[in-house]
């Protein structure tokens, strides 16, 4: 029998967003006496570090990606929407939905993620699309496999040597694995299925504006992943700028490189949360939060991942936009909130634990950055595969995407290789 505490008008949290934040949060209110919403502008929940896997054709979008109302489906308290947020009404304490619909809330919970940044040149993303969603990784796997094809087909040497050129622009984590997986693909996998052109005299080029890949990894790190990229022919340009990006070529420190694609994956920029708000926000566009996660002056509003400045106690820098960050600001805020709604506790401060940082470069090589301690080579490689299918949601797509792998790694080949949708790639 339920008290009378829970009987009164409990307590309506709307999260917006399910990736990795919103949707830990949410369950972490699952079955409480909470009344929660999460509204997402997609169904399904999408883990985001294997995308760059659907547009090298290695997987299929729903190995990666589950619907939130399964997910969510034992929590009887949690309602799914599918919906787009177009905005806060902070006086009125409610969430407005592009369709002119409302959500009333006691607790908000604003997680919507980042996009690209491209750095004041907004027109350059026609031309340089970014990897965020299943449709993006979709249209890039279209393009790629979509300009061998055209190549195949092309009698002009030069013509067709452009066209099998595919340029990266950053040398982060997601350019790394973009340039390894493209290589591999031209190299291996295409390999013996075309006649007229070679795919593995393909042209894979990162551009990295720094002085050198993979920032955020120690040194050693990133040179072992140098080294292993260009093992496997990628041309690294680092300490050059991309100038220009058109419909058929790239301008790269004053050269011109007439490319079949262009992948664009040099900075991310959080989300309208700072304009729905009406806060300032970084020059990442995050919204600064305090050490509950809770925006300063709105003690009921919080926000969580890729949206959040959070600055670390430890180290006073602002937490990476890194799905572990995500994924802890969510449960941690979520038990936060469950134990606030049934003994009114304080929320406690939230402490990032820091589970190691991890790139793959290609088939046997990844690295692995725990701080204290380095992986690098074979090892890293299979912990990244054993951590990666752990991480993803539910048994069936563990195993699904554990049997991919393995019949790949036997064989070099990628089942996806799917032109699908009248886009651009066959311009
Ligand atoms: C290609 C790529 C590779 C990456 N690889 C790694 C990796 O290997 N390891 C790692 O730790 N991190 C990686 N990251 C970073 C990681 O994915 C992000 O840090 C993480 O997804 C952030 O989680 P989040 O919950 O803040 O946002 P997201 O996971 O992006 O989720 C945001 C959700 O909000 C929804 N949404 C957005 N706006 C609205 C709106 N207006 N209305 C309704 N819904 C909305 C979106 O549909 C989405 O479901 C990668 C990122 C990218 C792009």
Same mark, same amino acid.
């Given at each position: /029998? /339920?008290?009378?505490?829970?009987?009164?008008?409990?307590?309506?949290?709307?999260?917006?967003?399910?990736?990795?934040?919103? #949707?830990?949060?949410?369950?972490?209110?699952?079955?409480?006496?909470?009344?929660?919403?999460?509204?997402?502008?997609?169904?399904?929940?999408?883990?985001?570090?294997?995308?760059?896997?659907?547009?090298?054709?290695?997987?299929?979008?729903?190995?990666?990606? @589950?619907?939130?109302?399964?997910?969510?489906?034992?929590?009887?308290?949690?309602?799914?929407?599918?919906?787009?947020?177009?905005?806060?009404?902070?006086?009125?304490?409610?969430?407005?939905?592009?369709?002119? @619909?409302?959500?009333?809330?006691?607790?908000?919970?604003?997680?919507?993620?980042?996009?690209?940044?491209?750095?004041?040149?907004?027109?350059? @993303?026609?031309?340089?699309?970014?990897?965020?969603?299943?449709?993006?990784?979709?249209?890039?796997?279209?393009?790629?496999?979509?300009? *061998?094809? #055209?190549?195949?087909?092309?009698?002009?040497? %030069?013509?067709?040597?452009?066209?099998?050129?595919?340029?990266?622009?950053?040398?982060?984590?997601?350019?790394?694995? /973009?340039?390894?997986?493209?290589?591999?693909?031209?190299?291996?996998?295409?390999?013996?299925?075309?006649?007229?052109?070679?795919?593995?005299?393909?042209?894979? /080029?990162?551009?990295?504006?720094?002085?050198?890949?993979?920032?955020?990894?120690?040194?050693?790190?990133?040179?072992?992943?140098?080294?292993?990229?260009?093992?496997?022919?990628?041309?690294?340009?680092?300490?050059?700028?991309?100038?220009?990006?058109?419909?058929?070529?790239?301008?790269?420190?004053?050269?011109?490189?007439?490319? $079949?694609?262009?992948?664009? $994956?040099?900075?991310?920029?959080?989300?309208?949360?700072?304009?729905?708000?009406?806060?300032?926000?970084?020059?990442?566009?995050?919204?600064?939060?305090?050490?509950?996660?809770?925006?300063?002056?709105?003690?009921?509003?919080?926000?969580?991942?890729?949206?959040?400045? *959070?600055?670390?106690?430890?180290?006073?820098?602002?937490?990476?936009?890194?799905?572990?960050?995500?994924? %802890?600001?969510? %449960?941690?805020?979520?038990?936060?909130?469950?134990? %606030?709604?049934?003994?009114?506790?304080?929320?406690?401060?939230?402490?990032?634990?820091?589970?190691?940082?991890?790139?793959?470069?290609?088939?046997?090589?990844?690295?692995?950055?725990?701080?204290?301690?380095? #992986?690098?080579?074979?090892?890293?490689?299979?912990?990244?595969?054993?951590?990666?299918?752990?991480?993803?949601?539910?048994?069936?797509?563990?195993?699904?995407?554990?049997?991919?792998? #393995?019949?790949?790694?036997?064989?070099?080949?990628?089942?996806?290789?799917?032109?699908?949708?009248?886009?651009?790639?066959?311009?």
């Amino acid at each position: /029998m /339920m008290n009378n505490k829970t009987e009164a008008p409990s307590p309506r949290v709307v999260i917006v967003g399910a990736g990795f934040a919103g #949707l830990a949060c949410a369950r972490a209110l699952g079955s409480t006496g909470a009344r929660v919403t999460i509204v997402d502008r997609h169904n399904y929940h999408l883990f985001v570090p294997l995308l760059y896997q659907v547009a090298t054709a290695a997987l299929s979008p729903a190995d990666i990606a @589950e619907p939130i109302r399964k997910i969510l489906r034992r929590h009887r308290n949690v309602d799914v929407l599918l919906g787009e947020v177009a905005g806060v009404d902070t006086a009125n304490r409610s969430v407005c939905l592009a369709d002119g @619909e409302r959500l009333d809330y006691d607790r908000l919970v604003l997680a919507p993620g980042s996009r690209y940044n491209y750095f004041a040149h907004p027109e350059w @993303e026609a031309w340089a699309p970014g990897l965020k969603t299943i449709a993006d990784a979709r249209r890039l796997r279209s393009r790629l496999l979509c300009a *061998f094809e #055209l190549a195949e087909r092309e009698r002009d040497p %030069q013509r067709q040597r452009a066209l099998l050129t595919t340029v990266i622009v950053g040398g982060g984590p997601t350019g790394v694995e /973009m340039a390894g997986a493209i290589a591999e693909l031209a190299r291996h996998a295409l390999v013996r299925d075309f006649r007229h052109v070679d795919p593995a005299a393909a042209r894979v /080029m990162l551009v990295e504006a720094g002085p050198r890949i993979l920032a955020a990894f120690p040194e050693a790190l990133a040179a072992f992943a140098h080294r292993r990229l260009e093992r496997l022919g990628v041309e690294i340009c680092c300490g050059l700028a991309v100038e220009r990006i058109g419909a058929d070529s790239v301008r790269i420190g004053g050269d011109e490189v007439a490319a $079949g694609a262009v992948i664009w $994956g040099a900075g991310i920029r959080a989300g309208c949360v700072g304009d729905w708000l009406g806060v300032p926000v970084d020059r990442a566009g995050r919204v600064r939060v305090d050490a509950t996660l809770a925006v300063p002056d709105f003690a009921d509003i919080f926000v969580l991942g890729d949206s959040a400045r *959070f600055d670390d106690p430890g180290t006073g820098n602002a937490l990476p936009a890194l799905a572990q960050v995500a994924h %802890q600001q969510g %449960q941690h805020l979520g038990r936060a909130l469950r134990r %606030q709604l049934s003994s009114e506790e304080p929320l406690p401060p939230f402490r990032f634990r820091d589970r190691g940082n991890t790139a793959i470069v290609g088939r046997n090589a990844a690295i692995f950055d725990f701080g204290r301690w380095q #992986l690098k080579g074979r090892l890293a490689w299979l912990l990244w595969a054993i951590v990666h299918i752990y991480l993803l949601v539910g048994f069936e797509k563990r195993l699904l995407v554990a049997i991919q792998w #393995l019949w790949r790694y036997l064989t070099y080949q990628r089942g996806a290789r799917l032109i699908s949708g009248g886009d651009d790639a066959a311009r």
